[in-house]
């Protein structure tokens, strides 16, 4: 714990923000910083939720433990929407209450005595779970980087996808897309060589596809569309983004029975283990909730959500782009990776704050390669969106 950088990167944006807003009580902060939901969850998915809530009044509705691993209906529901072609069934699925929650199971079942990579830029729960787990060594201020941990530098001259060829051996590599921050999502070429990557090295692959959804191009949404990928890859997945969930809680991880130790026991037997040990599964409501997700009608009112904000992603865009700057991400998720080329992130993040009254995100937050940018968030009420980027022209201009 002690190794720990001063704070994790969101709770030091907040604390900046509410100082912010001491010194100018009159100012209307708007917040594009932290990737947290703005929009109501759409009626179906409601009901669901309020059904459920409902029934626990009643006797024959009242249902207390569940099943560590998620209720079986939702389980086949994930497989059956997520995964139909891909050979992934019921029993590959693990439902939690968000991936953030997963990520920290899983690092709980690798234990303190592996090696991981992670892309740098990415988000923070990867390294920080790393450090507390006790797998790294101090952090080199002089670098801005933990020692024992392999950082994939993804920027715009790689494309955002790491070199490879330059990337030492670990036991476990950890790979976001789309990826958060910088809104890059892997091509089907780019997965097919992390895939023989990971079997090459003998490496387990916990791939986040958190923001799955936002693809619009012919991007992977899941790193089982990979052949061969069952043998290396863990998947975990959220609720959170395409259903509004952020609150509710609710997600999946998927490992898949292929998926073997070298000596040949299956991680899915330990990774249960863990779970019924450390966790008593996500809320039968937000279970029920997640049911009504992934009804013809819930699937629509998700896909509508997720259009409202890739409109807002355009809009923040443009208005990057007509102001001159480098602008990656977005086409793909709700993040905009702005480029403010020889200035320290964290100065831009202040300046735009002080200035604009608008919270965004500095790009060093999530990792060395991200210092020069600033991460936009397309989560926020259409007027929000609209007048933060007026401000940004007014300073920009």
Not at 333 to 339: E, L
Request: hydrophobic share 35%; glycine share 10%; aromatic share 12%.
């Amino acid at each position: 714990m002690a190794k720990l950088k001063a704070g994790y990167l969101f709770p030091e944006i907040a604390r900046r923000r509410s100082a912010h807003m001491l010194k100018y009580p009159d100012a209307q902060v708007i917040s594009l910083g932290i990737g947290d939901t703005t929009e109501p969850i759409p009626e179906v998915i409601i009901s669901g939720l309020a059904k459920k809530a409902h029934a626990l009044s009643t006797l024959e509705g009242y249902s207390g433990y569940g099943a560590e691993q998620g209720e079986k209906q939702l389980r086949a529901a994930i497989a059956s929407t997520y995964y139909a072609d891909l050979s992934i069934e019921e029993s590959d699925i693990f439902v939690s209450d968000g991936a953030k929650s997963d990520i920290s199971h899983l690092q709980v079942m690798f234990g303190s005595n592996v090696t991981m990579a992670v892309q740098d830029p990415s988000y923070p729960a990867y390294v920080d779970s790393s450090v507390i787990l006790g797998q790294t060594g101090q952090f080199q201020k002089d670098v801005e980087k933990y020692g024992k941990i392999e950082y994939m530098k993804c920027n715009p001259e790689n494309g955002f996808f790491p070199d490879l060829s330059t990337v030492s051996r670990t036991d476990i590599i950890f790979f976001c897309s789309p990826n958060n921050p910088t809104g890059n999502a892997a091509t089907r070429e780019q997965l097919t060589r992390l895939v023989q990557f990971a079997k090459d090295n003998g490496s387990i692959l916990v791939y986040d596809s958190g923001y799955a959804m936002f693809i619009s191009d012919d991007s992977p949404r899941s790193i089982f569309e990979i052949p061969g990928a069952k043998e290396v890859a863990i998947e975990v997945s959220s609720f959170s983004k395409h259903a509004g969930f952020t609150g509710v809680r609710l997600g999946w991880t998927v490992v898949p029975k292929e998926l073997l130790y070298s000596d040949g026991f299956p991680v899915a037997k330990d990774f249960n283990r863990i779970v019924c040990t450390t966790f008593n599964v996500a809320s039968n409501i937000s279970q029920a909730g997640g049911l009504a997700c992934l009804s013809p009608e819930g699937l629509e009112g998700m896909h509508k959500v997720v259009s409202f904000y890739k409109e807002n992603t355009n809009i923040i865009m443009e208005t990057f782009i007509s102001l001159g700057f480098s602008v990656y991400g977005g086409k793909n998720s709700p993040y905009v990776w702005v480029h403010f080329p020889g200035q320290s992130s964290w100065d831009v993040f202040s300046e735009i704050l002080g200035k604009t009254h608008v919270v965004t995100t500095p790009g060093s937050g999530f990792g060395p390669a991200g210092d020069g940018f600033i991460r936009v968030c397309a989560f926020g009420h259409r007027g929000n969106v609209l007048e933060a980027c007026k401000r940004f022209k007014q300073l920009y201009k």
